[in-house]
C-alpha cells in the first residue's frame, strides 16, 4: 500500500506530521552534556512488532555489560509503517517501558537513525522527550544522505559515521541523537562494542531481552 493510501486510510496529514519533526528538530543539540568518560550506567532500547503487538525493552547495564534492570511494555500498534515516521509507531511503548525503570542511564543506545535521518530520527526524537543523550545506531541510510570516505554527509554538513564493526559484516551508521556529540557518539560506540557482536554490547544485551519476552508472551 502507497503512503498516500495507508495516510488516507489512518485519517493522517503527512504534511503536518513532517512539519512536526521539522520543528522538533530544531531543539537538536549535538553538544555533549556530560562528560562521557564519567558515565556509570548505560541503556539501549529495542522494539519488536509481531501483528499487531509491539514490545518494547529498555534495559540499563554498567561499564562491564552486567545488567542493572531490564523492563518491557506491550501494547496493540495504533499508527501504521510509514517508513520515515518510526518514532510515532514505536516511541509510545519505548517512552512506556523507559519509564518504567528505576535505575535511569547516563546515555541510551537505539537501533535507530539521528540526525542521519531527513527530518527528526528515532533517537533524536528520544533524547528530546526524555531529555538523556542519545546514539543512533542504524544498519542503513536514507537517500539524503552521502558517504565520503567514513563520514556521512547530509546538506552539507558531517552527521554520521560509517563503522565497520565486525569483519566480514555490512557497516552501522553511527549518529548522535540529541545532547551527545557525534565524536562521543562514535567513542562510545567503538568503545562497548564486543566481539563477535556487530552492535553494541547494550544493544545486543536488550536485542536478547527482547526475543525472551516475546519468547514468554508466545507472541
Do not use: W
Request: contains cysteine.
Amino acid at each position: 500500500m502507497e503512503e498516500g493510501e495507508i495516510a488516507s486510510r489512518y485519517g493522517l496529514n503527512i504534511e503536518k506530521l513532517k512539519e512536526d519533526q521539522i520543528k522538533l528538530a530544531k531543539t537538536i543539540e549535538l553538544k555533549d552534556k556530560l562528560d562521557f568518560d564519567s558515565i556509570e550506567r548505560i541503556g539501549a532500547i529495542d522494539t519488536i512488532i509481531v501483528q499487531n503487538k509491539i514490545i518494547a525493552v529498555a534495559i540499563v547495564c554498567d561499564k562491564e555489560f552486567n545488567v542493572i534492570e531490564e523492563q518491557y511494555f506491550m501494547d496493540t500498534l495504533r499508527f501504521p509503517y510509514l517508513f520515515e515516521f518510526r518514532s510515532y509507531r514505536e516511541m509510545r511503548s519505548i517512552i512506556e517501558a523507559f519509564n518504567k525503570l528505576n535505575e535511569k542511564p547516563d546515555v541510551v543506545f537505539l537501533k535507530a537513525h539521528g540526525v542521519t535521518h531527513p527530518r527528526l530520527g528515532l533517537a533524536s526524537h528520544f533524547a528530546i522527550f526524555t531529555g538523556i543523550p542519545s546514539i543512533g545506531v542504524a544498519d542503513f541510510l536514507f537517500d539524503c544522505d552521502k558517504v565520503e570516505d567514513e563520514d556521512i554527509i547530509k546538506d552539507g554538513k558531517k552527521v554520521g559515521k560509517v563503522l565497520m564493526s565486525k569483519e566480514g559484516s555490512k557497516p552501522i551508521y553511527v549518529s548522535a541523537g540529541s545532547f551527545i556529540s557525534l565524536a562521543s557518539s562514535l567513542k562510545l560506540c567503538k568503545e562497548f562494542i564486543r566481539e563477535p557482536h556487530k552492535l553494541p554490547e547494550p544493544l545486543h544485551l536488550a536485542h536478547k531481552y527482547v526475543k525472551s519476552v516475546k519468547a514468554e508472551m508466545k507472541i
